[in-house]
């Protein structure tokens, strides 16, 4: 069956949604930091961090500190975001691959319904590498490998400072009366992170480590200037709002603000740690989400698509494995899911070598319930590196104290166990660094089968290609 002929027939099935009613519906606007974990926000809980614009924007709706993406990297995340399902699902294991294209989209099935969609600013990175190599360039062309021209209205990719005349232009395009649905990428605080971002930078300092990150100069010289980033996003950010509000459109218009994946820090982006997945999540929607509440709620990067076809009307297709949490946003349910998984894939666009490390090549799998997270280690033998920070000041201090022995023992044996465990287990109550591997100790056998259980059958539902993590 071709793709065009399952979308035909599941748009045509929708039945009662039709152009007609597009009246009624919100307008959506989907915003994404890039690499923002929580808590770096200061409605979250960091102390120190300047975001005025988003804790303002948070208290006018509801603010969720317990959204996981379904991957720690910009790819794998966005595609299960923007298609209700788990990359591994949808086929987006490696960081170069387009997006296939008999996997439906969001967009896809907002237009239809009379939804003008569009993509803006940043590269949104489903369409395989922005500026690929020619021989790549020259196969996805011959086999017609980019579809997303043909899946959203409209197409713009542009630097920091054309966000407010790209959204303006997208917005002038849009009909009159028709709603619209708009993802809009920033670059920030994704690596490198500039040194003047803004003029009153962070005091390193004055900057609270979270307990996975040794407390080193170079540390705090990298977290300084993320957080940097994170407050010029937050102006960025505010320019949106502010057209939505000049224009008249901020009443009837559902906005939901996310992180991408976590932050580029040794735990953070590439693994499977609350520092790679778990970022923040705001959403508001006059009169439907009711202003300063909060959940603590399980979500899933799964979750958006369905969500927001949920907020729109419009049914999910059989094939999205995410959940709608439209009515814990709107106060109809306080319950959501009680479990979540996440897959590490392969990053960058780089071949494989005898020298790639664990920044590039890595595959693993997690689930992850309110109380405890198992991981799972496909690649133990690959040497630990983090993503895209690893010549900065605060992995290479890290480098040195190991080769001096001055890290304390949970850092030394987070980043340079070799081989890493197969099977790990946390107790994120009473170690929410995930510092204390329990996989194997007495007392936690049972606990340890339960969550491998449900891992094995998340893996089977979503065709995965790695062993399955029990031989039964």
């Not at 028709?178 to 690596?191: G, M, V």
């Not at 950010?237 to 009837?252: C, H, P, T, Y």
């Not at 000041?393 to 166990?417: C, D, M, N, S, V």
Request: glycine share 6%.
């Amino acid at each position: 069956m071709s793709h065009k002929f399952t979308r035909r027939a599941f748009t045509t099935a929708l039945g009662a949604a039709s152009i007609e009613a597009a009246e009624s519906r919100p307008n959506i606007v989907l915003i994404l930091s890039d690499d923002h974990s929580v808590p770096h926000l200061g409605v979250l809980g960091d102390p120190v961090i300047k975001t005025p614009n988003l804790d303002r924007f948070s208290r006018e709706g509801m603010r969720c500190d317990r959204m996981f993406t379904a991957a720690p990297q910009c790819v794998p995340s966005r595609t299960a975001i923007l298609t209700g399902r788990s990359p591994v699902a949808a086929r987006m294991g490696r960081f170069s691959s387009p997006l296939p294209p008999d996997v439906i989209t969001l967009p896809e099935l907002l237009r239809p319904q009379g939804y003008y969609t569009g993509i803006c600013r940043r590269w949104f990175h489903l369409d395989g590498p922005g500026n690929p190599g020619p021989v790549t360039r020259e196969l996805f062309d011959r086999h017609g490998m980019r579809t997303f021209d043909k899946r959203v209205d409209f197409l713009d990719f542009s630097p920091p400072k054309q966000t407010v005349p790209v959204v303006n232009r997208f917005l002038d395009k849009a009909a009159r009366g028709r709603p619209f649905f708009l993802w809009i990428s920033f670059n920030d605080p994704h690596h490198g992170w500039d040194k003047n971002a803004i003029p009153q930078p962070h005091d390193p300092k004055k900057l609270v480590l979270p307990p996975h990150l040794p407390d080193l100069a170079g540390v705090r010289e990298d977290l300084g200037r993320y957080y940097d980033e994170i407050a010029r996003m937050d102006g960025e950010f505010q320019s949106v709002l502010d057209i939505l509000k000049e224009r008249g459109l901020a009443q009837n218009t559902l906005v939901v603000f996310m992180g991408d994946n976590g932050h580029a820090f040794p735990h953070g982006k590439g693994s499977l740690y609350d520092p790679g997945l778990n970022v923040p999540l705001l959403a508001r929607w006059p009169g439907k989400i009711k202003a300063n509440t909060y959940s603590h709620e399980l979500i899933s990067g799964e979750d958006i698509t369905p969500t927001l076809l949920d907020a729109a009307a419009i049914p999910a297709p059989p094939s999205m494995s995410g959940r709608s949490f439209l009515p814990l946003l709107t106060g109809k349910s306080d319950k959501h899911r009680d479990k979540i998984f996440a897959a590490r894939l392969y990053h960058g666009n780089s071949a494989f070598t005898p020298t790639t490390r664990a920044d590039t090549f890595d595959l693993s799998r997690c689930v992850r319930t309110q109380k405890y997270k198992l991981i799972y280690n496909c690649t133990p033998q690959m040497e630990y590196w983090p993503v895209d920070s690893g010549r900065d000041p605060g992995w290479q201090q890290i480098l040195a104290a190991h080769k001096e022995a001055r890290l304390k023992p949970e850092h030394e044996r987070a980043y340079f166990t070799r081989p890493r465990p197969v099977v790990e287990l946390y107790d994120l109550d009473k170690d929410p660094g995930e510092l204390n591997n329990l996989a194997g100790k007495p007392g936690y056998e049972s606990l340890e089968r339960e969550l491998k259980l449900a891992l094995q059958e998340k893996m089977i539902l979503d065709y995965d290609f790695l062993p399955l993590p029990l031989s039964e």
